[in-house]
């Protein structure tokens, strides 16, 4: 086997294992259970009939309890995976009787190691809630609150429609959408949470409020959302498809590019934090290799302007394509039913996001050499890998930083370096830390920003609030504020908790 074909198979592998390792859904366990089980007590009484308890020792409640994450993953004594809106009301009320935590799920790919704090809670399964309904006058959809990316995507795609949403197709709109949410189109049109017209929210005392722009939460819910309830629907802005067609192109280069590569992301990709609004960029470092990919809305191959430095470098290897936008996520290995999207729920898989303005070329080299060392070093962590996100940010950047929780508006990069393991021993998991905090520092001391930037959605968990909301202190207090006046009790304190 040559040299070249090897390190396709092994990047392969690593686009397997960095990719969104989704899926919970796979079990068909609805209708297998009736309502009612032991474990919720008299809560089925109050519940429709769609839902469905599933308690310890079954294998619905093993599967339904799998994580994309092992690290410090939440214990529950029963998961009631709900059917209806008024489903989510009754499982608060009964929580909060019980004086138990709760946490609501959707597909489990929250890796924030706070979630932890929930044991021996009650898990809300939201998977059912996945409706979606066009307004008649085409501007806006209401989707149900366990809806994920890909279902949003198709059904818009339908009619010709199309909003921003994760990348992935297995994650959810509502996870990422809490805290701010990036995407493909977020360059024409902003984040997830950008899109939101109103939510339905469950309160921490039961009650459910419709969340809209005339309340006072609604600027919480765009950037901190996951402190303040659980969504059964949201209505978001669609927009008309006007550029359809998308293409890609693919390369890997050897550990000795990492210079020229990175020179050129910044000159001809990032282009000082302008990067054109057509274009998305995504490179990841893995034992195996580096591997960019290029993709460009509306033209029939990605322009000659951005791949030409690229080929001048010699990659190992480089193909290309052409289609439509629904194709994106499955051409970056982050598709639904490719083995990226299972939820294998074997690995701890801590993240060190940091955010920045452009690439220094002499950090990503230190970058680089850390992390393929220590791999060489420790192979139980050789499944990791250091993930480097390049999105348009124009949508982003046009609305005023100040008018929403999400803090970071004027970042240019999300890097997150994406430290994988299977959990044996204590030492291997402190390892694992290390690397990915040493990876971190040299990226947060080469961007010149006192701060360290921590995307919420990313964040490891031990971050602190201020590196995770914004430092600025009058968004602080204004968290904290209305954190204590709709969540006294703290029982959305579990992702991310501002206080
Ligand atoms: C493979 C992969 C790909 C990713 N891709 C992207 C991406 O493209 N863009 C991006 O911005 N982020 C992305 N992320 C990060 C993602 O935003 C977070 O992991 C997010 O928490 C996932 O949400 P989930 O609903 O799928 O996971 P879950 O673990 O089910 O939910 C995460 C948390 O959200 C809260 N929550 C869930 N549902 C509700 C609800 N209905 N109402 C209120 N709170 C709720 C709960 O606190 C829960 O703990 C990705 C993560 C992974 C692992």
């Not at 998977?127 to 198709?154: N, P």
């Not at 970042?411 to 994406?418: D, I, K, R, T």
């Not at 044996?424 to 990876?439: C, D, F, I």
Request: with cysteine.
């Amino acid at each position: 086997m040559s040299r070249h074909s090897l390190l396709a198979i092994l990047l392969v592998g690593v686009v397997w294992t960095t990719g969104c390792l989704c899926d919970v859904s796979v079990l068909s366990v609805r209708n297998s259970l009736p309502t009612g089980q032991a474990c919720g007590g008299s809560l089925a009484e109050n519940l429709s009939s769609g839902a469905r308890i599933y308690c310890p020792g079954s294998e619905e409640f093993t599967n339904s309890t799998q994580r994309w994450s092992t690290l410090d993953a939440p214990t529950f004594r029963l998961t009631v995976e709900v059917a209806t809106e008024n489903d989510v009301v009754e499982v608060v009320k009964y929580a909060n009787q019980q004086n138990t935590s709760f946490l609501a799920v959707n597909n489990a790919h929250g890796a924030i190691i706070t979630t932890g704090r929930v044991q021996n809670g009650i898990m809300i399964w939201m998977r059912q809630l996945d409706s979606i309904k066009i307004a008649e006058d085409g501007q806006t959809a209401t989707f149900g609150g366990g809806i994920i990316d890909k279902t949003v995507t198709d059904g818009l795609w339908a009619a010709r429609k199309q909003t921003v949403t994760g990348g992935c197709e297995c994650v959810s709109v509502i996870g990422p959408g809490l805290g701010g949410g990036h995407g493909f189109l977020q360059g024409r049109h902003g984040l997830v949470s950008d899109q939101f017209v109103s939510l339905n929210m469950v309160m921490a005392d039961g009650t459910l409020q419709t969340i809209d722009a005339t309340h006072e939460l609604w600027w919480a819910v765009r950037g901190a959302g996951h402190n303040f309830g659980i969504v059964t629907s949201i209505t978001s802005k669609i927009y008309d498809v006007k550029y359809p067609q998308w293409s890609f192109q693919n390369f890997t280069f050897t550990g000795d590019k990492v210079e020229a590569l990175f020179e050129n992301i910044n000159k001809y990709l990032l282009q000082n934090g302008t990067q054109p609004v057509d274009l998305w960029h995504h490179a990841f470092f893995s034992q195996a290799g580096i591997v960019l990919y290029i993709l460009q809305e509306g033209v029939e191959a990605v322009s000659s302007a951005y791949t030409a430095p690229f080929l001048a470098l010699h990659p190992v290897t480089t193909f290309a394509g052409t289609g439509d936008y629904p194709d994106l996520p499955g051409w970056v290995g982050w598709g639904r039913y490719g083995g990226t999207c299972h939820n294998a729920g074997l690995t701890a898989t801590t993240r060190f996001p940091i955010e920045l303005q452009t690439y220094d070329v002499r950090a990503t080299r230190r970058v680089y050499d850390l992390f393929i060392s220590t791999l060489n070093e420790i192979p139980a962590l050789n499944r990791s890998a250091i993930l480097l996100e390049g999105y348009a940010q124009q949508g982003v950047k046009a609305i005023p930083a100040k008018d929403s929780a999400y803090p970071f508006r004027g970042s240019n990069l999300l890097v997150a370096p994406v430290i994988r393991f299977v959990e044996g021993s204590k030492e291997l998991e402190e390892s694992a830390v290390r690397l990915g905090e040493a990876l971190r520092d040299i990226f947060h001391e080469s961007s010149g920003v006192m701060e360290k930037r921590v995307y919420v959605n990313y964040a490891l968990g031990t971050e602190s609030v201020g590196e995770t909301y914004g430092e600025e202190r009058w968004r602080l207090r204004r968290l904290r504020r209305l954190k204590r006046k709709w969540d006294p009790e703290g029982r959305f304190s579990f992702y991310a908790p501002i206080a």
